[in-house]
């Protein structure tokens, strides 16, 4: 069945890098997009940044581009999410996210995403 496993996230302080992985399984990984998001308590789960299905395109929300860099490594079916620079608004729970044919704006759309993972959780304190 279809997988997508969150790990990486973690207690860091504001500066701080983290990595995040997300392993994908049970799809055909190289033909979908993929993306993270992100959920604060009580609020909703915002796109955070994706890349299309060939890794030559990247999308990122204002708040964290020249910060955070999303990558995937076809070969084992991974995708990345860099965290550099943390600040304290990036805490939340992240989510890998996969979708298919999703197009310029498409990446951004929570709705238009297929596979979810459970997430991961990243608190930023100092």
């Known amino acids: 069945q279809v997988q997508l496993v969150e790990s990486g996230g973690g207690l860091v302080q504001p500066g701080d890098s983290l990595r995040l992985s997300c392993a994908a399984s049970?799809?055909?990984?190289?033909?979908?997009?993929m993306g993270w998001f992100r959920q604060a308590p009580g609020k909703d789960r915002k796109f955070v940044a994706a890349v299309n299905f060939s890794g030559r395109d990247t999308f990122y929300t204002d708040s964290v581009k020249g910060r955070f860099t999303i990558s995937r490594d076809a070969d084992n079916n991974i995708v990345y999410l860099q965290m550099n620079s943390v600040k304290p608004e990036d805490a939340g729970m992240y989510y890998c996210?996969?979708?298919?044919?999703?197009?310029?704006?498409?990446?951004?759309?929570?709705?238009?995403?297929?596979?979810w993972g459970q997430g991961t959780q990243v608190t930023v304190s100092s």
């Open positions: 996210a996969a979708g298919r044919q999703l197009s310029g704006n498409g990446h951004y759309l929570r709705d238009l995403y297929d596979y």
């Open positions: 049970g799809f055909s990984f190289k033909l979908y997009d």
